[in-house]
């Protein structure tokens, strides 16, 4: 997804969750002031970043394109956080309550980190090797992707969207021109990967786009007067505007920015760019660590990890040294999938495993389920090996689990376990919308709703686990170790979990920073 966007997505996600901090506060007071405030400048986001409305569910501005590359954008961005940010120090801080003071920290902290950020051009970078605009679209087109294609309106409103395209390609020409002209690019070997991308999606007919996926499966209770005028629409809509705008975005990129790139790569290496380093530093951390401390962190940490590797090696009888050690499990065909739906099978075995486990480990499911499927082709060369998307708010669309298969025979039989098991699932959990409304910590001593019921002492599951097993023994651990979990974050924790009221309880809690994983057995 587009840098831009994920740094959204993430911020509606952290407004979303601190508009109900201060739990339900009665009507005219200050934490009431404060979460309406919050909201507002919630809806102000969803306004201006309308693809991401449809990430999480929001249908209201489906026939809109993020207008991040028009004239103005930038300046009307800044001026809602100059505003917001504005009004939130206008409120008197001891007069809210403690959790209220919370979200007052964090709101008002991001309104600042975002406004620290405005003498940083990154809009002259709006696309690269691994997220953007362009890609998105295709993914939402797709047919398989958070855009819905149900209805006969569902159709239009996307046709609409995907018309805008266009006008989004010569805005984001038109900025990177300018970032050439002030040496703000992205570097060489990025640019490169992302001309194949866009000759991905260009296709001779509109009938071999990835957009015609949801023509292909236009619904039955569609007339067919009306399924008809829906795909004369998008054919000509694609052979006309929007194939030839991806078209000249790959021309752009091919003839005029791969040559003016950067043969540089770091951040540092931008104009101004130690104090635009350190901004984005501050934005990922929230410390104000000198980029040299963070290398020594990870170097400690590279040394800690190649220790535990080399005791690996020792354990399973390697001989060799460790360097050895690496380069057989990189070789050994042992160790890797023969085909793609070998890799797909694997994984989602893994998943119904993993399932069935769930109910001795949380006693909070999520509305949605997930699913895995392959990365899509066009942008497999530069997608990572696993990542995420996250459900609709209602839970009426599931996650999605990407696994990049276009090197299968290379991807490791052992990354099936490692993955959505000791990384991804108890991720996904806790993005998930919950079923419930309040958060839950099992054994912790925090009293709260459940959405499961005891019968005959069995857990029954709410609806939206009907898929799992249940347990007799929801709370205990693996190895006959007794554990507490708190269920909305989604990890085992050990001894307590703190609640915190949100505006979804799927976002709401923070557990300890003892973490165990379940094991897929």
């Known amino acids: 997804m587009l840098r831009m966007k994920q740094a959204a997505i993430l911020l509606a996600s952290t407004v979303a969750a601190l508009a109900g901090c201060a739990g339900t506060a009665p009507q005219n007071t200050p934490d009431a002031a404060l979460n309406a405030l919050v909201e507002e400048y919630f809806e102000r986001q969803l306004e201006l970043s309308p693809m991401n409305a449809t990430a999480i569910g929001d249908t209201r501005y489906d026939d809109r394109l993020d207008e991040s590359t028009s004239p103005g954008f930038r300046e009307k961005q800044l001026g809602i956080e100059r505003a917001f940010l504005d009004r939130a120090r206008r409120m008197d801080i001891a007069q809210l309550s403690p959790a209220a003071r919370i979200t007052f920290e964090i709101f008002s902290t991001e309104r600042e980190q975002a406004l620290a950020g405005q003498k940083f051009h990154e809009e002259y970078m709006p696309l690269n090797q691994m997220s953007g605009l362009p890609m998105d679209l295709a993914v ?55 001309v194949p991308q866009l000759r991905g999606i260009v296709t001779a007919t509109p009938q071999e786009s990835i957009f015609w996926g949801p023509v292909k499966d236009l619904p039955a209770d569609i007339p067919a007067a009306e399924r008809q005028r829906i795909s004369q629409a998008y054919a000509t809509a694609l052979s006309q505007e929007v194939l030839p705008a991806y078209a000249r975005l790959a021309d752009f990129f091919e003839r005029d920015y791969l040559p003016a790139a950067r043969t540089t790569v770091g951040w540092s290496d931008l104009p101004d760019g130690a104090a635009w380093y350190r901004w984005r530093i501050r934005g990922a951390t929230t410390m104000d660590l000198p980029p040299e401390q963070i290398h020594e962190l990870g170097l400690k940490e590279v040394a800690r990890i190649r220790a535990e590797m ?75 090996g696993g990542s995420y998307q996250a459900p609709s708010a209602d839970g009426t669309r599931p996650g999605i689990f990407y696994i990049n298969t276009t090197t299968c025979v290379r991807s490791r039989a052992s990354d099936s376990k490692r993955f959505p098991c000791t990384r991804r699932r108890p991720a996904i959990i806790s993005r998930l919308p919950s079923s419930r409304s309040s958060p839950t910590c099992r054994d912790s001593g925090v009293s709260t709703t459940t959405s499961r019921t005891r019968k005959a002492g069995r857990c029954m599951p709410s609806r939206s686990a009907r898929n799992w097993a249940c347990s007799p023994t929801p709370t205990s651990g693996t190895a006959g170790s007794r554990m507490k979990c708190c269920a909305p974050c989604g990890w085992w924790s050990t001894p307590a979990c703190t609640p915190r009221a949100g505006r979804a309880s799927s976002r709401s809690s923070t557990c300890s920073t003892t973490r165990r994983w379940p094991r897929a057995t």
Not at 150 to 174: C, E, H, S
Not at 336 to 359: G, S
Not at 363 to 376: G, L, M, Q, T
Request: aromatic share 14%; glycine share 6%; proline share 7%.
């Open 140 to 194: 939402y087109g797709s047919g398989s992707g958070p855009q819905p294609f149900k209805t006969a309106n569902d159709y239009q409103r996307f046709l609409a969207r995907m018309r805008q395209f266009p006008r989004w390609v010569d805005g984001a020409i038109a900025q990177m021109r300018t970032g050439m002209s002030l040496g703000i690019t992205l570097p060489k070997p990025a640019v490169a990967k992302v």
């Open 310 to 384: 080399l005791a690996v090696k020792e354990q399973v009888g390697f001989k060799g040294d460790l360097d050895a050690f690496f380069k057989h499990l990189e070789d050994d065909p042992q160790f890797y999938f023969d085909n793609e739906q070998e890799l797909l099978d694997a994984y989602r075995d893994v998943k119904r495993r993993i399932d069935a486990l769930l109910p001795k480990l949380f006693s909070d499911f999520p509305k949605a389920d997930y699913e895995i499927r392959p990365v899509e082709a066009f942008r497999a060369a530069s997608a990572a």
